[in-house]
């Protein structure tokens, strides 16, 4: 598929634990994605990343993966799922398979075999050493090397203990992943999200656990092969400005695009857990460079905020109690009218802010638990549980709030299998609707322009901001002109503007030019010749 098309991609990411619930046991599933599929498309997105749903024993969500051409019992059958795709693509709506490479559950039948003796013949399916050989560090804390009894081995595991990392140099390991991803691509996928991708290349020798020498041959050999090659692919593996094209430029063969994250990491420490100074001119400056380094490179970008490893956007890099309405709005026209592809995590299409909890025991992920155990000993709980509300993955895996009902209508059950969100009643989806500031209906005509817009879709990209505190940019196609003003979280004087067609923003109907209130955005358009 020519590159361009993918710019009509809209992907809507769905974390299925936490979606929607159909069978009333308190966790979500396949039918109940299903059933929520003709809202997604009102939304007006037409791809889905579903985060994985094989079959796992949960250490860390489903992305340690038991079995890969199978469900999850949680999350239904191979059945529903089969229904849940064809019911999206009658709708127009592609599926992207989450794809973890790096590493199988330990529950995996390779690994149960691998670990039992030396001799096995899955044993060189993992990474094994006789002794700790360096000081490789998990990436949820801790050794990377775990002690195996059977074989008096280490094993590495680059995340959780439960996630060992396969032996990609073992060329039947690479057999059996392409033998995967042809078993989804037979069942009609249309594409993969590739998790931690650049992992799956060690250099023992430089001593990296990711970004190996043999990085680009194993991905071609998992996606450049002629019967897999139209699928589209998307690596979480950040690269900057000088290796972004060798992954992914169009000859590569290898991905269609990647995550890139400058924009999440900026005033970032070291831990993710310490809430990050981010400047909003910093974001605006990243997100330019980013335009024009894709526009240099001919590379698709991927556009996104949220996701489910990180707090929401608006909480960690916005205000979203005095302004959650307007910033929530203002960054969802800063972002997806920006040329590339847009990725919505479930829920950010109503505002949902991240919840606030008052103990340890109301969190589920590895990586917070982890972390925890880690620094109860060296900090006071107050400091602890605040690093925890801010920068825990469950921030973005609560259930979600659809509606006022029980469980906010995301089931029916006495108990969900995480606690509900702190923030629930006061912000969910049918309140949002009703809403005269609805940001349901902002998302709705942001993406209905994109649709509708060349210059947004295949425009060329131009930054006309003058100084700190809005970002202002036009994007150019033929005669089609559009202009995206955003304030950031001061007031601002705009001026030197074209006064085109105002049409939509988030509070008045106002010229592009005048006094801004904190995160007000408004798109103004060149009014066409006839
Ligand atoms: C990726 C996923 C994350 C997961 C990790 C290990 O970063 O996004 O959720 O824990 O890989 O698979
Ligand atoms: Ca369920």
């Given at each position: 598929?020519?590159?361009?098309d993918?710019?009509?991609w809209i ?8 979606f929607?619930?159909?069978n ?8 109940g ?5 003709d ?8 791809a889905?990343w ?8 949960n ?12 469900i ?7 059945d529903?799922?089969k ?18 490479a790096?590493?199988t559950s ?24 006789d ?10 804390g801790?050794?990377a090397w775990?002690?195996n009894?059977e074989?008096?081995e ?5 995340f959780?203990?439960?996630q060992?990392?396969?032996?990609w ?8 992943m392409?033998?995967v ?23 023992f020798?430089k ?9 680009h ?8 092969r002629?019967e897999?090659k139209?699928v589209?692919?998307?690596g979480?593996c ?6 972004i094209?060798?992954?992914c430029g169009?000859?590569?063969?290898e991905?269609?695009?990647?995550f ?8 970032k420490t070291?831990?993710k ?15 330019v ?8 490179k001919?590379?698709?970008y991927?556009?996104?905020t ?9 909480s ?8 959650r309405y307007?910033c ?32 340890i025991t109301d ?5 917070t ?6 620094h109860?000993d060296?900090l ?6 605040g690093?925890?509300n ?5 921030n ?16 029916s059950?006495e ?8 923030r ?12 005269e ?5 902002f998302y ?8 509708e817009?060349?210059?947004i ?12 505190g809005?970002f202002a940019?036009?994007?150019?196609c033929?005669?089609?002109?559009i ?13 030197g503007?074209?006064?085109w ?30």
């Amino acid at each position: 598929m020519p590159r361009r098309d993918y710019l009509d991609w809209i992907v809507y990411q769905i974390y299925p634990r936490s979606f929607c619930d159909g069978n009333g046991d308190g966790i979500g599933d396949l039918n109940g994605i299903t059933a929520k599929l003709d809202y997604l498309k009102m939304l007006g997105v037409n791809a889905v990343w579903l985060s994985p749903c094989y079959k796992s024993p949960n250490c860390d969500n489903g992305y340690d993966i038991s079995d890969y051409r199978d469900i999850m019992d949680e999350f239904g059958t191979l059945d529903d799922w089969k229904r849940m795709i064809s019911e999206m693509h009658a709708r127009g709506i592609k599926l992207i398979m989450d794809f973890v490479a790096n590493h199988t559950s330990s529950e995996h039948v390779w690994f149960k075999e691998a670990r039992s003796s030396r001799e096995n013949p899955f044993h060189d399916y993992y990474i094994w050493r006789d002794e700790i050989p360096n000081d490789w560090q998990s990436c949820f804390g801790g050794s990377a090397w775990e002690y195996n009894e059977e074989t008096e081995e280490y094993y590495l595991h680059s995340f959780a203990v439960g996630q060992p990392d396969l032996n990609w140099e073992n060329p039947k390991v690479r057999e059996e992943m392409c033998a995967v991803v042809d078993y989804w691509v037979g069942m009609g996928v249309d594409g993969f999200r590739c998790d931690v991708l650049n992992f799956i290349s060690k250099d023992f020798a430089k001593g990296k656990i990711c970004d190996g020498d043999r990085l680009h041959e194993y991905v071609k050999e998992l996606f450049g092969r002629e019967e897999v090659k139209h699928v589209f692919t998307v690596g979480e593996c950040s690269y900057g400005e000088n290796e972004i094209a060798d992954i992914c430029g169009e000859d590569r063969k290898e991905l269609t695009c990647i995550f890139q994250f400058d924009h999440f990491c900026i005033g970032k420490t070291e831990d993710k857990f310490v809430k990050a100074d981010l400047n909003l001119n910093d974001l605006r400056k990243t997100l330019v460079k980013w335009q024009n380094i894709c526009e240099r490179k001919n590379l698709l970008y991927t556009l996104f905020t949220d996701n489910h490893d990180n707090a929401h956007y608006i909480s960690r890099a916005g205000n979203d109690l005095q302004f959650r309405y307007e910033c929530a709005t203002a960054y969802c026209a800063m972002f997806y009218l920006l040329k590339g592809i847009p990725f919505i995590y479930q829920g950010q299409e109503w505002g949902t802010p991240d919840p606030h909890y008052p103990s340890i025991t109301d969190f589920c992920d590895v990586e917070t638990i982890n972390y925890y155990d880690a620094h109860k000993d060296k900090l006071s709980e107050e400091e602890l549980i605040g690093r925890i509300n801010f920068g825990s993955r469950d921030n973005t895996r609560r259930p979600l709030c659809w509606t006022n009902d029980k469980n906010y209508g995301f089931s029916s059950a006495e108990r969900t299998w995480s606690n509900l969100h702190t923030r629930g009643g006061e912000v969910n989806l049918e309140q949002d609707r009703e809403s005269e500031k609805s940001v349901f209906a902002f998302y709705q005509k942001t993406l209905a322009l994109r649709k509708e817009s060349e210059a947004i879709r295949f425009g060329s990209f131009e930054d006309c901001t003058e100084k700190d505190g809005y970002f202002a940019y036009k994007r150019v196609c033929g005669g089609d002109e559009i202009l995206v003003v955003v304030n950031f979280d001061g007031e601002s004087e705009i001026a030197g503007l074209p006064e085109w067609e105002y049409l939509f923003g988030n509070g008045q109907k106002r010229s592009a030019n005048g006094r801004y209130s904190p995160f007000e955005t408004a798109v103004y358009r060149k009014r066409r010749k006839i």
